[in-house]
């Protein structure tokens, strides 16, 4: 589906308004930030809202499909501090018609036993400022901010004219935010991607915080860095624009392990770190526990037992799950494609969790030694190797014609020096490995 209403809200006919560094405000800017505050005295914004927020640092990124009720739940037993919900296109979210709505925006139920879903950010798509605020005026009461989506890269927001593509059109990605800052009864957030002037990159978040954002997440990939050219995110541009505004920033990109958590706040100073695609392959990315994949899998089921999921979720996070388990299992996958009831989702994960035993004690038998999460080894590239039945990132290889006989990452990166077994021990006295570490690029997919 794509958002077809592409036109743009006409500014109020008013003089323009002075700001208070001295420069006049755009038009479509129709009150004062005094004037704002008077109408939302006790709405919260910036660091105000992140305190409010408990001051997330491990926060589960908006995903299409699956950064659903459920999921969040899950990821929240682990960790995470803060979710945002899927992207919800606000031209039908906020159709007089409540059907897209219903099947979209599942509020937790008091005293429901099976968790928490606050705090929360639910996020819209929209090209259009009146369309965008009545989409939003439905979550009032039960999300703690509202997000906008200006980072998707995907054809069907070039199609649709949302997200990324609207990077060029500041002036309209101004009064979308303005349009929710003067006239939601909740913060209004933004999600960015970068340009590849770090000044312009600088520049563009600055509007979206003069326009009302009060926390600003940069996701530090170009638009076109997508699919399998997904590449390093740029931790640089982040800091830069951490650094030029006054509201909180959230790192987005390179987060394949728990340690890159720290890492990125080191780097950039930001106040949280958000986790997209890694956190579908291991949705305890934020406890810095590696768990088997059948365990994350059984409590993730045992919580849809309880909040009304689409199947089609369902089967997506269990194919993400077994990721590296299904090709060795072959014929499993079949039974997970055909799916279509919870009894029948259950038997899969009690099939496989089976044979992954078996493998995990075929292994043991083999090695003489049970599965060790403190000590691993490395692969070429520098990326840990870990048992297929083990929560891990998701990588992307691709051929690389210059050197035919092997692989490489796709953002080409350099990592730590093909060794034996590695414990995070030595890691940490180890002064060499330390400073190797320092200089270690990583793939992104996150």
Not at 39 to 45: C, G, S, Y
Not at 292 to 301: D, I, K, M, S
Request: proline share 5%.
């Amino acid at each position: 589906m794509t958002v077809s209403d592409t036109t743009t809200t006409t500014a109020t006919a008013t003089a323009a308004l002075p700001q208070d560094d001295g420069t006049t405000a755009p038009a479509h800017f129709t009150m004062t930030e005094d004037e704002i505050k008077a109408k939302f005295p006790t709405r919260l914004r910036g660091y105000d809202l992140f305190r409010k927020m408990n001051s997330p640092r491990h926060i589960v990124a908006p995903m299409v499909d699956q950064s659903e009720l459920a999921w969040r739940i899950l990821s929240r037993n682990h960790g995470a501090e803060l979710c945002y919900t899927p992207m919800f296109h606000a031209k039908f979210f906020g159709d007089a018609n409540p059907k897209y709505r219903n099947e979209h925006w599942v509020v937790m139920a008091e005293g429901a036993g099976i968790g928490k879903d606050r705090p929360v950010v639910v996020q819209f798509c929209a090209n259009d400022p009146d369309t965008l605020l009545r989409a939003a005026r439905f979550v009032v009461g039960d999300a703690d901010a509202v997000d906008l989506n200006l980072g998707c890269p995907q054809h069907i927001a070039k199609r649709g004219h949302y997200g990324s593509f609207l990077m060029e059109e500041w002036e309209l990605v101004s009064r979308l935010i303005r349009k929710l800052h003067e006239n939601l009864e909740i913060p209004v957030t933004a999600k960015i991607r970068v340009f590849p002037e770090v000044e312009k990159t600088v520049a563009y978040a600055k509007m979206v915080e003069a326009a009302g954002a009060q926390i600003i997440t940069v996701h530090g990939r170009l638009r076109e860095q997508k699919g399998h050219k997904t590449g390093l995110a740029d931790w640089a541009k982040i800091k830069a624009v951490k650094e030029a505004v006054s509201v909180p920033v959230f790192a987005n990109g390179n987060i394949l392990y728990y340690e890159d958590i720290q890492r990125c706040i080191d780097e950039t100073g930001v106040d949280g770190v958000m986790s997209a695609e890694t956190n579908l392959y291991n949705p305890a990315i934020f406890s810095g526990k590696i768990l088997p994949t059948w365990q994350l899998a059984e409590e993730y089921l045992t919580i849809c037992d309880s909040v009304p999921t689409n199947a089609s979720y369902i089967r997506g996070h269990l194919f993400k799950l077994f990721r590296y388990s299904l090709p060795i299992h072959v014929d499993l996958r079949k039974q997970l494609a055909d799916a279509r009831s919870m009894a029948e989702n259950w038997q899969f994960v009690r099939d496989i969790k089976a044979r992954l035993i078996e493998d995990a004690e075929a292994a043991e038998a083999a090695t003489g030694n049970a599965f060790d999460p403190d000590n691993y080894e490395v692969n070429e590239f520098g990326y840990r190797v870990y048992p297929h039945w083990i929560c891990q990132p998701a990588l992307r290889f691709e051929h690389d014609k210059d050197h035919s006989k092997s692989k490489r990452l796709l953002n080409e990166a350099q990592g730590e020096p093909k060794s034996s077994t590695k414990t995070r021990d030595n890691n940490e006295n180890d002064a060499a490995e330390e400073e190797t570490e320092c200089k270690r690029q990583k793939v992104a997919v996150a």
